[in-house]
Nanobody
Framework: QVQLVESGGGLVQPGGSLTLSCAAS??????MGWYRQAPGKERELVAL???????NYATSVKGRFTISRDNTKNTVTLQMNSLKPEDTAIYYC???????????WGQGTQVTVSS
């Protein structure tokens, strides 16, 4: 069982920056990351990082967002720079455990990019 608690969302102007953090408790996760869901749209991948540090980013955020992970603290962080209005969404932290296989989700944190 994994519990995820997100923090760091908020309102920011276009071009600004925000940092999202997610703290996991319980079992160690093989993969951690972030998805987002905008109003009227499906949930989509933002970025993932494995326990070994391999990262994967959505094309729309490459070069602007950076995901990092601290395995000792069981946390994952998403640094978001050069934010655009289209980045507005609820951001969900996720953790994947392989034994037994399961995917966990946080409660979500709102990110709004607007002037």
């Amino acid at each position: 069982q994994v519990q995820l608690v997100e923090s760091g969302g908020g309102l920011v102007q276009p071009g600004g920056s925000l940092t999202l953090s997610c703290a996991a408790s319980g079992s160690s996760s093989n993969v951690m990351g972030w998805y987002r869901q905008a109003p009227g749209k499906e949930r989509e991948l933002v970025a993932l990082v494995t326990s070994g540090g391999i990262t994967n980013y959505a094309t729309s955020v490459k070069g602007r967002f950076t995901i990092s992970r601290d395995n000792t603290k069981n946390t994952v962080t998403l640094q978001m720079n050069s934010l655009k209005p289209e980045d507005t969404a609820i951001y969900y932290c996720t953790a994947v455990v392989l034994r037994p296989p399961n995917t966990y989700w946080g409660q979500g944190t709102q990110v709004t990019v607007s002037s």
